[in-house]
């Protein structure tokens, strides 16, 4: 749906040039929820407004639903763009016009009728949960209230992708997860492909299928999001997944391991049903091993359970091995660790 | 009971060639300079349809025109006044060098009013395929209507200060009154009333500009 292929993005800058992308490759599929984190300066907005041509690649290639942005004429660039629709984290509403009006707003641009607007607009106020704000000013509502008039905005001219750019940095913890079940419900109810800037992991962990981890204008992780959490590669992406899930051993625990002469633990990392097998009874009943649970996480990534577990296991090295092995073939990643 | 010889009828007309000079200049004035405003706010670097070398040949004009002190500028264009207006001296003819005086600053307000416009406000327009002529006029417009009433009161006043100048030169009014029976007589009921009238003039548009952009605004 969306591809970047060898983006650069050069910004001029008085006499000095900052290079905001260098060289970013991303692909996204119809119906995905891609989220794209980073700290601030890393890029991501740059790269969200490449994707609906608010910025033009330096170099590179922008190729949204089969169609080469960089060679369209401004015209065909307007209709490829009603495709798109987006919100941003200050909402960008106009405070001028009611409710009503700020969501008609890509119909009017359209010149579609009176009655045409009238009856979308009221379907996508009731969609968003505010049918009753119709002739309100933005002024009037809350911030979770504005971003839902946004959302109702950017769906307007029915479009097949969505791009949020810190959609609910501006909002508190309480009316962000409302935001991000609404979204889920775009997702789901239309079919629209969702493309998600955030500096929060509890955004990616409650929405996204897929993540990309940037830093200093590149791509330095990708996949699904189940992944990312289980086993992040990169430093940083380990940083962001640390936000929302503790999974490193405390050095309290640790230090208490090191005085009872425990060097290293077995750690587990189960998804889904898998997670909630009976592995501790098993590996003690059946392997007549000493286990012992030393540090454990859960947590819940769209309705999956991500497990990891670290066990201190004592036995016959022959018994560990084989109960190692029988937790492998039952889809536990499985992998020894110093303290 | 007033040492004065100016009559109710003179003084009346004198206000009703005031409103005429000013509204006059005041209507074209603001069309001109809406529409330069306009254009420098989009040909500016970042603008909309940025074109720097009409950006910075119109802000020069601009400025230099901004310059010239009225008093001076209606005096520097006496030529041109007599080929547009076919007369130098009287109401209409004042109006040339108004609309002249006014155009350029007119467009600065203007420029200002629209660039309080946020930039998210015209990011969002983009984003939703909007042509630039959409841009300005379902978004960047209605956003700045209540700072461009505003604008237009201050443009205003301007004008009514400038055109009691033109007074000097012929072009009657309340200004004229003041020069020629308040200054030039020593009648100082004509100095006194005619401050007064401005005073009232002036009062009304700001309530007036103040009330309206209020309700627009709607903040």
Redesign the interface.
């Known amino acids: 749906m969306i591809e970047l292929k060898g983006i650069h993005k050069v910004y001029q800058k008085k006499n000095t040039e900052v290079q905001a992308l260098k060289g970013v490759d991303l692909s996204i599929d119809k119906g995905d929820i891609f989220g794209v984190i980073g700290y601030s300066g890393a890029g991501k907005s740059t790269l969200v407004r490449l994707v609906?041509y608010?910025e033009r690649p330096s170099q590179g290639q922008v190729i949204v639903d089969g169609a080469y942005l960089g060679n369209q004429s401004p015209h065909a660039?307007?209709?490829?763009?009603?495709q798109?629709?987006?919100i941003?984290q200050?909402f960008?509403?106009?405070?001028?016009?009611t409710i009503f009006k700020n969501v008609a707003?890509?119909l009017?641009?359209a010149k579609k009728s009176k009655q045409e607007i009238r009856s979308r607009v009221l379907e996508l106020l009731q969609f968003v949960g505010l049918e009753d704000k119709a002739s309100n000013?933005p002024?009037e509502l809350s911030g979770g209230q504005k971003q839902r008039v946004g959302i109702a905005r950017a769906l307007a001219?029915n479009p097949k992708i969505l791009?949020c750019d810190e959609a609910t940095s501006a909002l508190d913890p309480q009316t962000t997860q409302s935001i991000l079940s609404l979204l889920q419900r775009v997702n789901k109810k239309y079919g629209i492909t969702i493309m998600i800037i955030t500096h929060e992991m509890s955004v990616i962990q409650k929405i996204c299928n897929k993540v990309a981890v940037m830093e200093e204008g590149r791509v330095i992780e990708e996949g699904s999001v189940l992944d990312v959490f289980g086993h992040p590669e990169h430093e940083t992406s380990h940083k962001f997944v640390q936000t929302v899930m503790n999974t490193d051993i405390p050095s309290r625990i640790k230090e208490q391991l090191r005085q009872q002469g425990t060097h290293s633990l077995t750690k587990l990392e189960m998804v889904g049903e898998h997670a909630t097998q009976p592995i501790l009874s098993t590996l003690i009943q059946r392997f007549d091993l000493k286990v012992s649970a030393v540090f454990t996480n859960m947590i819940d990534i769209q309705n999956t359970t991500l497990a990891i577990w670290y066990l201190d296991i004592q036995g016959d090295t022959r018994n560990k091995e084989r109960a190692l092995s029988y937790l492998k073939q039952n889809d536990v990643l499985v992998k020894e660790v110093t303290v | 009971m007033f040492d004065t010889s100016i009559t109710l009828d003179q003084f009346i007309e004198a206000i009703g060639d005031t409103l005429y000079m000013v509204g006059m200049s005041l209507l074209i004035g603001t069309i001109f300079g809406s529409i330069l405003g306009i254009v420098i706010v989009f040909t500016r670097r970042g603008g909309i349809l940025a074109f720097p070398m009409v950006y910075s040949t119109l802000n020069v004009i601009i400025n230099i025109i901004r310059s010239v002190p009225f008093i001076i500028l209606m005096v520097s264009i006496t030529p041109f006044t007599r080929v547009i207006a076919g007369t130098s001296i009287g109401t209409n003819a004042a109006i040339v060098p108004l609309i002249i005086f006014i155009t350029p600053f007119i467009a600065r307000l203007v420029e200002n009013s629209l660039l309080e416009v946020?930039s998210?406000?015209v990011?969002?327009a983009?984003?939703?395929?909007?042509?630039p002529l959409?841009i300005i006029w379902?978004?960047i417009l209605?956003?700045a209507?209540?700072s461009l009433i505003l604008s237009l009161a201050t443009a205003t006043i301007s004008l009514i200060g400038a055109s009691a100048m033109a007074g000097a030169v012929g072009g009657g009014g309340v200004g004229d009154i003041a020069i020629l029976y308040g200054y030039h007589r020593y009648d100082s009921f004509a100095i006194i009333s005619t401050i007064i009238v401005l005073i009232i003039f002036v009062q009304f548009i700001q309530s007036a500009g103040n009330h309206l952009a209020r309700l627009?605004?709607?903040?």
């Open positions: 609906n608010l660039l307007r209709q490829i763009k009603k798109i629709g987006m941003f200050h960008n509403l106009l405070e001028s016009k707003m890509p009017i641009l000013y002024s001219s791009l | 946020g998210g406000i990011e969002a983009e984003s939703m395929g909007a042509t959409q379902h978004f209605p956003e209507f209540g627009v605004r709607r903040r």
